[in-house]
């Protein structure tokens, strides 16, 4: 697993994923929230930036089971069922 950070453009602050699991030819970020889920800027900035390299990537979060896209929303309690 691997964290990283990435520029903001005209700004000193950064955008943050939590994880990063590398793959043959492409990267799975996954994303960890203990708030509000909806809310991942860093993560729609990387798939933004990098689309031929990232398929899917995960929240995991509190709340319910979800796809939006290319986003799979995790419950934490199903972690241990993540598929890579």
């Known amino acids: 697993l691997w964290f990283v950070e990435m520029s903001r453009k005209d700004s000193t602050r950064k955008y943050e994923v939590d994880f990063i699991v590398p793959m043959v030819d492409y990267i799975v970020p996954v994303e960890a929230k203990s708030g509000m889920s909806s809310k991942h800027r860093s993560l729609d ?3 933004e930036r990098y ?3 990232v398929r899917k990537a995960y ?3 509190t709340k319910d089971l979800r796809t939006k896209g290319d986003i799979v929303y995790l419950p934490i309690y199903m972690l241990q ?3 890579i």
Request: glycine share 0%; aromatic share 8%.
């Open 81 to 83: 069922f993540l598929n």
């Open 45 to 47: 900035v990387l798939m």
């Open 51 to 53: 689309p031929d390299r």
């Open 59 to 61: 929240v995991i979060h």
